[in-house]
């Protein structure tokens, strides 16, 4: 079975500028979660999708957003780009919602940088 | 919201000596789960163990839930063990999960 996927695996961008990154899961997971990754705030949830709803979301700012798809694929949309979110952004997936939720794997991650 | 807590944050050892990683928790957890990070950056699952002992090969972990502790036991590392393993637990609250992960402890094993 095919991992989970992530799309573009390294992305330089300017400030201001908006980005969308891309998350296939694995077959058959319905629940895809995002989190970032830095230096100095370690591992972050950002937020976590379910049959196209968003069902959880962490502390960051509006300029985070995402969505999800009907076959599962998520993206998620970062707008008005900023030093501090140079970052390496990784997504998970789950069976979903239950026993199975924190059982999750996750895809190599985009590394953004952001200059 | 909980507090998690690994320990040693960095470990360095010689090929073929064993190790013990420590993750505490401050409340109670649904779920706990062991990830190790290669230098590319790829999470890789290691153990769901919400308690009890778990073995895979040269690796074990045990989670005592009631003591809010988890231990992930290296033995006979070799060089590709190297990078941070992390710990993550999951809190169930009003319907919704969040899975909080410790800081890590950067393991290098040198030859």
């Known amino acids: 079975k095919a991992g989970v996927t992530q799309t573009p695996r390294y992305l330089i961008k300017t400030r201001g500028q908006q980005v969308t990154l891309s998350c296939s899961p694995i077959s058959g997971h319905r629940s895809v979660s995002w989190y970032q990754q830095t230096p100095g705030q370690g591992l972050q949830f950002l937020f976590e999708y379910f049959s196209e709803t968003q069902r959880n979301k962490g502390n960051f700012p509006g300029r985070f957003s995402g969505r999800q798809f009907s076959n599962s694929r998520s993206e998620m949309n970062v707008s008005t780009l900023e030093l501090g979110d140079s970052a390496l952004y990784l997504c998970a997936s789950s069976l979903g919602p239950g026993q199975d939720w924190a059982e999750q794997y996750f895809g190599p991650g985009t590394r953004l940088t952001v200059t | 919201g909980i507090q998690v807590e690994q320990s040693p944050p960095d470990l360095i050892l010689q090929e073929g000596a064993n190790s013990t990683l420590r993750c505490n928790f401050s409340?109670?957890?649904?779920?706990l789960q062991w990830f190790h990070q290669n230098p590319w950056g790829q999470l890789i699952n290691l153990f769901y163990i919400p308690s009890g002992t778990k073995q895979n090969g040269r690796l074990s972990a045990t989670t005592v839930a009631t003591e809010r502790y988890s231990l992930l036991y290296i033995s006979s590392s070799q060089t590709t063990d190297s990078g941070v393993y992390f710990c993550a637990v999951e809190r169930r609250n009003s319907g919704y999960s969040t899975l909080t992960f410790g800081k890590g402890t950067m393991l290098l094993v040198s030859p």
């Open positions: 409340d109670s957890v649904n779920n």
